[in-house]
């Protein structure tokens, strides 16, 4: 979605504001907030994921690593779990 244009409405989407009155409590977590948490995570945070995004290569390879980093958290918490049980 990152490589469309400006004027596509799912680019507007993506990177849009609403509009409105705001729920009480917490923002609400965009998607773009989590590709900024996974690219902090993997070491990226002084890049622009957008402009990495443009590399189909290289955006591959960073959601390849972070699923990679979620699956073994999963794992992790999961074989901790039953350790204590």
Known sequence: MA???EGR????VLVGKTEGKRPLGRPRC???DNIKMDFQE???GCGDWM???Q???RWRALVSTVMNLRVSK???NFLTS???S
């Open 82 to 84: 039953c350790r204590t």
């Open 74 to 76: 999963k794992a992790r």
């Open 9 to 12: 409405g799912v680019y507007r």
């Open 30 to 32: 965009r998607w773009e």
């Open 3 to 5: 490589r469309m244009g």
């Open 55 to 57: 590399d189909r290569d």
């Open 51 to 53: 402009e990495l995004a």
């Open 42 to 44: 993997v070491g990226g």
